[in-house]
């Protein structure tokens, strides 16, 4: 097949890691996937074009207003693409009615000026399916394709055993990790996330170790976010320094998951949108491939449907600092539920899982309404 996958590609933000992932598994399926655009020079791996024309499936991934294309190219798509070939797939939840969740909004008009209806309009004339990566759409006439997944050939320390992994874990120099806690995560709607995080750490942060904080916007609330009035890209310099994290600006997709594994724990964070709509993210699958333990900051149900039920070991309870510790206590049996939630995610959330279910909506003759 080919399919192009049609959106903004940035080395620092969104979806690059994924795609980069559907690329290299395509290739060895014997697809040819690329991006629609010209060549980008920060993302040599990632083939691009300008030509549609002989495309099996044409997917957009659509996150913010310019990850659809102008004029001409749009138009071109969408007069020699069939409907049934183009597929929208709505990764951040616009396809649905205004949901507010704390100061989290799926339609920010003061942001990017487009209310609910623009977005529905525009999602409809852009294809014949649309997709949303969570398992439960709320919309009848939405369907799930969860896209982010899981690459077990990409696991940086694959051990064989929790008690080997378990004594690499403590064993290793603090040089190679100098981190107690790694959360990797621009600052936009997660601060009301990440500080119970912090505050539970509190109590454990002398035995764990330091935490490092990398995205944009953790240092002080940003001057733009002041000047339009917008909630939630919120801060806490004070608490910051008085835990002694360390603050780093964003850094590129390909360095994630090295990072995470310079900490002994990697927190995952859904902000409250994803937490309501039930939405996964390239981070949801990836922090496991890490070499880490994850905490699941996220809701128990929600993690035994996508992690499975071993995963459930890694969700804190009301107090984060007390369950850190209580890993470190039982290292073994915190690996065991790592790589039972590995297997699990290889066997449930693959990428090439992922594209084979592109490869039925490719060949389908009608729009699918779901691919779970």
């Not at 997917?59 to 749009?74: A, E, K, R, S, Y």
């Not at 071109?76 to 049934?84: F, L, V």
């Not at 009615?97 to 942001?111: A, G, M």
């Not at 696991?155 to 008690?163: E, H, I, M, W």
Request: hydrophobic share 45%; glycine share 8%; aromatic share 10%.
């Amino acid at each position: 097949m080919k399919i192009v996958l049609v959106g903004a590609h940035d080395a620092w933000t969104r979806s690059t890691a994924t795609v980069h992932r559907y690329v290299a598994w395509g290739r060895k399926l014997g697809h040819q996937i690329a991006v629609y655009g010209r060549p980008n020079p920060e993302l040599p791996q990632l083939p691009a074009t300008l030509d549609t024309s002989d495309a099996d499936l044409v997917v957009f991934l659509v996150q913010v207003p310019h990850d659809i294309p102008g004029m001409p190219g749009i138009a071109r798509m969408m007069d020699r693409i069939p409907r049934e070939k183009r597929i929208v797939l709505d990764l951040w939840g616009r396809f649905n009615e205004t949901v507010r969740i704390d100061h989290d909004f799926n339609h920010l008009e003061k942001f990017d000026g487009h209310p609910d209806w623009e977005w529905k309009q525009a999602m409809t004339a852009l294809g014949g399916t649309i997709l949303q990566p969570t398992l439960k759409p709320r919309r009848a006439d939405v369907g799930s394709f969860l896209f982010h997944g899981f690459d077990p050939k990409a696991v940086d320390k694959p051990f064989d055993s929790a008690k080997e992994a378990a004594e690499a874990w403590l064993a290793g120099d603090r040089g190679a990790r100098p981190y107690g806690v790694v959360y990797v995560g621009s600052n936009w709607q997660r601060w009301s996330q990440v500080k119970p995080f912090l505050e539970g750490y509190r109590r454990s942060a002398e035995r764990v170790g330091q935490m490092c904080l990398a995205g944009w916007d953790w240092a002080e609330r940003p001057g733009w976010a002041r000047d339009m009035g917008i909630a939630g890209v919120d801060t806490d310099p004070d608490l910051l320094a008085d835990l002694r994290v360390e603050v780093r600006m964003g850094i590129r997709f390909d360095r994630v998951v090295p990072l995470l594994g310079q900490g002994l724990f990697a927190p995952v964070i859904h902000r409250p949108l994803f937490k309501e709509l039930a939405l996964v993210t390239n981070r949801t699958f990836e922090t496991f491939e890490a070499d880490c333990v994850p905490v699941l900051m996220l809701d128990r149900n929600f993690v035994e449907v996508i992690y499975g039920p071993a995963a459930l070991r890694l969700v804190p309870g009301e107090d984060v600092g007390a369950h850190l510790e209580s890993l470190l206590d039982d290292p073994e049996g915190a690996w065991e539920a790592v790589l039972e939630t590995r297997a699990y995610l290889a066997q449930h959330h693959s990428i090439d899982g992922r594209l084979r279910q592109l490869e039925e909506l490719a060949s389908a003759d009608v729009p699918a309404k779901a691919a779970s």
